[in-house]
């Protein structure tokens, strides 16, 4: 049986992730029209940690550690909750363009509170990626921002959501060296489900009238960009600094773009897809990994033996 070396499962669990939130923009955008921001986050947060809750009795997942609680909490209230919840609410405020420029602030963020907070390393190659791809968030987020402006409430709410999202990976990071990748995913969509219950009777009143595609996508968002990719990430943010794993989701924009061509026929400009290459050209280079072998230099003759 072939061996798979941790660094390539934790590649492919991050590129999972990556796959599954760029699919849940589309499904936002579809679900978002029957639903408001805070029963949507609700239910799908629901489907999630039935999901996830299942996974667990399966396992036989014990409640994870309490040196661990604190951090599961943090990434539950700020990341599962508020994130979901704002996130939402900015979309049904700003064009898809401006979301995804304003919440993709969030990898810069966490590079800046991990280097400063887990003391994350900050290597030339990892700054550079991050500069190409937040120069593709830009080129794709302007040229699919629509030309009647944008709504100042919009924005502040996907900043809002970026900066919960950069907060809440900070704070999952320690707590998944002291419990299992399985408990902080589970316990923190717990937690952010029940912060999220005040959206209990809104929620009941717009599933009733909802129509089925909206509610189906409702329950994708909640089984597969939460419980799957939540759960993927946090096997690969375990395994690797959060700089590096949040340089990943810089991938997201441009992803994005294709599954809006091929699922809604919006066909991207020139400039998108220029957009979207260097969002990938930079998640590339920021994952990459110098030579280590120290070459010679042309002026460096080998040296022989001294014979004494």
Same mark, same amino acid.
């Given at each position: 049986?072939?061996?798979?070396?941790?660094?390539?499962?934790?590649?492919?669990?991050?590129?999972?992730?990556?796959?599954?939130?760029?699919?849940?923009? %589309?499904?936002?955008?579809? @679900?978002?029209? /029957? #639903?408001?921001? &805070?029963?949507? !986050?609700?239910?799908?947060? $629901?489907?999630? +940690?039935?999901?996830?809750?299942?996974?667990?009795?399966?396992?036989?997942?014990?409640?994870?550690?309490?040196?661990?609680?604190?951090?599961?909490?943090?990434?539950?209230?700020?990341?599962?909750?508020?994130?979901?919840?704002?996130?939402?609410?900015?979309?049904?405020?700003?064009?898809?363009?401006?979301?995804?420029?304003?919440?993709?602030?969030?990898?810069?963020?966490?590079?800046?509170?991990?280097?400063?907070?887990?003391?994350?390393?900050?290597?030339?190659?990892?700054?550079?990626?991050?500069?190409?791809?937040?120069?593709?968030?830009?080129?794709?987020?302007?040229?699919?921002?629509?030309?009647?402006?944008?709504?100042?409430?919009?924005? %502040?709410?996907?900043?809002? @959501?970026?900066? /919960? #999202?950069?907060? &809440?990976?900070? !704070?999952?990071?320690?707590? $998944?060296?002291? +419990?299992?990748?399985?408990?902080?995913?589970?316990?923190?969509?717990?937690?952010?489900?029940?912060?999220?219950?005040?959206?209990?009777?809104?929620?009941?009143?717009?599933?009733?009238?909802?129509?089925?595609?909206?509610?189906?996508?409702?329950?994708?968002?909640?089984?597969?960009?939460?419980?799957?990719?939540?759960?993927?990430?946090?096997?690969?943010?375990?395994?690797?600094?959060?700089?590096?794993?949040?340089?990943?989701?810089?991938?997201?924009?441009?992803?994005?773009?294709?599954?809006?061509?091929?699922?809604?026929?919006?066909?991207?400009?020139?400039?998108?897809?220029?957009?979207?290459?260097?969002?990938?050209?930079?998640?590339?280079?920021?994952?990459?990994?110098?030579?280590?072998?120290?070459?010679?230099?042309?002026?460096?003759?080998?040296?022989?033996?001294?014979?004494?």
């Amino acid at each position: 049986m072939m061996n798979v070396s941790p660094s390539r499962l934790a590649a492919a669990a991050a590129t999972v992730t990556v796959v599954l939130w760029a699919s849940a923009f %589309v499904s936002i955008r579809s @679900a978002g029209a /029957a #639903y408001s921001p &805070g029963a949507l !986050a609700l239910g799908r947060l $629901l489907a999630g +940690a039935l999901t996830l809750g299942a996974i667990c009795l399966v396992r036989r997942e014990g409640w994870p550690p309490r040196a661990a609680w604190r951090g599961i909490a943090i990434s539950g209230l700020l990341w599962f909750g508020f994130y979901m919840v704002a996130l939402n609410w900015g979309e049904q405020q700003v064009d898809a363009g401006t979301a995804a420029l304003v919440v993709n602030v969030g990898p810069l963020l966490i590079a800046l509170l991990g280097a400063r907070l887990l003391g994350d390393p900050m290597p030339p190659r990892l700054l550079a990626g991050m500069a190409v791809s937040f120069a593709g968030a830009v080129t794709v987020g302007l040229s699919m921002s629509g030309g009647d402006g944008s709504s100042l409430l919009g924005v %502040v709410l996907c900043l809002l @959501a970026a900066v /919960a #999202y950069a907060s &809440g990976v900070v !704070a999952q990071k320690p707590a $998944l060296g002291r +419990a299992s990748v399985v408990q902080v995913t589970t316990f923190g969509c717990l937690v952010g489900a029940v912060a999220c219950l005040p959206f209990t009777g809104q929620l009941l009143h717009e599933a009733a009238r909802a129509p089925l595609p909206a509610t189906l996508n409702m329950v994708y968002l909640g089984v597969f960009p939460t419980a799957l990719a939540f759960t993927t990430w946090a096997y690969a943010l375990s395994r690797t600094t959060a700089s590096r794993m949040g340089a990943t989701t810089y991938a997201v924009p441009a992803l994005v773009v294709l599954m809006s061509w091929l699922a809604l026929g919006e066909v991207p400009g020139p400039v998108t897809l220029v957009g979207g290459a260097l969002c990938l050209a930079g998640v590339a280079v920021s994952r990459s990994r110098p030579n280590r072998r120290t070459p010679r230099t042309a002026h460096e003759e080998p040296r022989p033996e001294r014979v004494s």
